[in-house]
């Protein structure tokens, strides 16, 4: 799977101005990306994952947020918990941290 590197302050700002459309399709494609280089910790796909936050209504974000921390972990090669950081961001209210920070390493890895 080819990994694009994405401008996190561009998908923060299309977020924001396209009332959070632009997050939705941000969402499915950091769950994809971060499946496909963190098998180990794989959810179900982006699509997928994005129904289930809506059937639960938002209790499957949570286990979301945490997985995701847990497959930053494994692209970065260490065992330090981020999952649970991640986690906590979550359940505060600012899961676009969440989607920043694993951006973030998703660039690394596309410019590898």
Same mark, same amino acid.
């Given at each position: 799977?080819?990994?694009?590197?994405?401008? *996190?302050?561009?998908?923060v700002?299309?977020?924001?101005?396209?009332?959070?459309?632009?997050?939705?399709? $941000?969402?499915?494609?950091?769950? &994809? /990306?971060?499946?496909?280089?963190?098998?180990? &910790?794989?959810?179900?796909?982006?699509?997928?994952?994005?129904?289930?936050?809506?059937?639960?209504?938002?209790?499957?974000?949570?286990? $979301?947020?945490?997985?995701l921390?847990?497959?930053?972990?494994e692209m970065?090669?260490?065992?330090?918990?981020?999952?649970?950081?991640?986690?906590i961001?979550?359940? *505060?209210?600012?899961? *676009?941290?969440?989607h920043?920070l694993?951006?973030? /390493?998703?660039?690394?890895?596309?410019?590898?």
């Amino acid at each position: 799977m080819q990994i694009k590197n994405r401008s *996190i302050p561009i998908c923060v700002i299309l977020s924001i101005i396209t009332l959070g459309i632009y997050g939705i399709y $941000w969402f499915v494609v950091l769950t &994809n /990306e971060s499946n496909a280089l963190a098998p180990n &910790n794989a959810t179900t796909s982006g699509g997928k994952a994005f129904l289930l936050c809506i059937i639960t209504l938002g209790i499957y974000s949570i286990y $979301w947020n945490y997985k995701l921390g847990a497959k930053v972990d494994e692209m970065k090669g260490t065992d330090s918990n981020t999952g649970i950081l991640f986690l906590i961001i979550g359940l *505060i209210g600012f899961s *676009i941290i969440n989607h920043c920070l694993a951006q973030s /390493e998703l660039n690394k890895r596309a410019n590898a």
